[in-house]
């Protein structure tokens, strides 16, 4: 998930669902269309067998 929220709450910029079988996978996504001096904050969710994790609450902040 993308966010200009911190909380990650509001409305979000982005929100993909990747599915897999099997081993682990690699993910990435080139982001099109952001807003220039906007810091975006973004976490990954993953479900398996064993259950739901988040990531922490990770940013970055886009060029002039």
Known sequence: KLSTHADMSGPQ??????????GGIDFHHEFT?????????WTSTVTNVNG??????QSFKTQP
Not at 13 to 22: K, L, N, P
Not at 33 to 41: C, K, M, R, S
């Open 13 to 22: 910029a982005y929100s993909q669902q990747i599915s897999a079988t099997g």
């Open 33 to 41: 269309g952001l807003q220039p001096n906007t810091t975006y904050y």
């Open 52 to 57: 739901t994790a988040t990531s922490a609450v």
